[in-house]
């Protein structure tokens, strides 16, 4: 069974800054391309940073470029997000994702999503 647990979420004031973190644990051959996504009360999930799997590799949402920072430790099967000067309107649910091979001889990867954790940011 593949898990997915996000942490570091919290209330914050604007201008403030939080990581989150992203624990993948589970019989995993490998883990190649990981996300944060994120979905405010009354609006569409969307796809805040991206990042492939050697990490040489990394990919954000226009209103997020230059406050925050997706990483990841393969060693430690963790996912990271960096965030900084922190809006209003990056309120929000913040969900890890991962694309996974759970035996090296898939062709196909399993997605799999955290449960996810909540980033209220007040002015």
């Known amino acids: 069974q593949v898990q997915l647990v996000e942490s570091g979420g919290a209330l914050v004031q604007a201008g403030g800054s939080l990581r989150l973190s992203c624990v993948v644990s589970?019989?995993?051959?490998?883990?190649?391309?990981m996300a944060w996504y994120r979905q405010a009360p009354g609006k569409q999930r969307e796809l805040v940073a991206s990042?492939?799997?050697?990490?040489?590799?990394?990919n954000y949402t226009d209103s997020v470029k230059g406050r925050f920072t997706i990483s990841r430790d393969n060693a430690k099967n963790t996912l990271y997000l960096q965030m900084n000067s922190l809006k209003p309107e990056d309120t929000a649910v913040y969900y890890c994702?991962?694309?996974?091979?759970?035996?090296?001889?898939?062709?196909?990867?399993?997605?799999?999503w955290g449960q996810g954790t909540q980033v209220s940011v007040s002015s």
């Open positions: 994702n991962a694309n996974t091979l759970l035996y090296s001889s898939d062709r196909y990867y399993q997605n799999y």
């Open positions: 589970g019989s995993i051959f490998s883990i190649h391309r």
């Open positions: 990042i492939t799997s050697s990490g040489s590799n990394t």
